[in-house]
């Protein structure tokens, strides 16, 4: 099955640009769609069809994907950022909706 | 305000079944695709199984085909998972969500509920 790996963490001064990468074979060729989950809550959708914003999110959240990795950029990092972020596609050969491993952002 | 409440967790020994329900609100619910995921403590996402607006498609993860059925009432705005023969590696805590798409099947998941937590232990 398909495999999305992300890093474990990723730690980032407040002000700065954070980014996060989903590594997956020829990633380039799906949609991916970003999660933001704080502890003790639900997942937030934050970005999907790799570049597009819900309403609600701030422009600070933007996403890319090529070749084989997709990324999530948070800019003018602020302390409520401060959560995990997973990655996720629709995989059509074996029709399964899959989830990176989640990376932990720190704001420093 | 679309709203998607769960409930129906709990402690439930090896080999044991829970029905889970959630109670759509907020949006045309027999217009979504809808989706269970779910998340083991400390651990990440994993994807369950979803179900067509009619109910006339569904999908599940290998892990869970055969032990586990996904259903929804549309006239009760309602989606459930029946989990048949749980084992502890099923202890998590279980999302709704509502699927969205460009067309077919369900490509993310945009409102989510808060979750109802399932332990499996003796």
């Known amino acids: ?108 | 305000e679309v709203q998607l409440v769960e409930s129906g967790g709990g402690l439930v020994q090896p080999g044991g079944s829970l029905r889970l329900s959630c109670a759509a609100s907020g949006f045309t619910f027999s217009s979504y695709w809808m989706s269970w995921v779910r998340q083991a403590p400390g651990k990440g996402l994993e994807w369950v199984a979803n179900i067509k607006q009619d109910g006339s498609e569904k999908y599940y993860v290998d892990s869970v085909k055969g032990r586990f059925t996904i259903s929804r009432d549309n006239a009760k705005n309602s989606l459930y998972l029946q989990m048949n023969s749980l084992r502890a590696e099923d202890t998590a805590v279980y999302y709704c969500a509502r699927d969205r798409t460009r067309g077919g099947n369900s490509d993310y998941f945009d409102y989510w509920g808060q979750g109802t937590l399932v332990t499996v232990s003796s």
Do not use: M
Not at chain 1, 3 to 11: E, K, N, R, Y
Not at chain 1, 63 to 79: M, Q
């Open chain 1, 1 to 108: 099955s398909y495999v999305l790996t992300q890093p474990p963490s990723v730690s980032v001064a407040p002000g700065k640009t954070a980014r996060i990468t989903c590594g997956g074979n020829n990633i380039g060729s799906k949609s991916v769609h970003w999660y933001q989950q704080k502890p003790g809550q639900a997942p937030v959708l934050v970005i999907y069809y790799d570049s597009d914003r819900p309403s609600g999110i701030p422009e600070r959240f933007s996403g890319s994907n090529s070749g084989n990795t997709a990324t999530l950029t948070i800019s003018r990092v602020e302390a409520g950022d401060e959560a995990d972020y997973y990655c996720q596609v629709w995989d059509s050969s074996s029709d399964l909706r899959v989830f990176g491993g989640g990376t932990k952002l720190t704001v420093l």
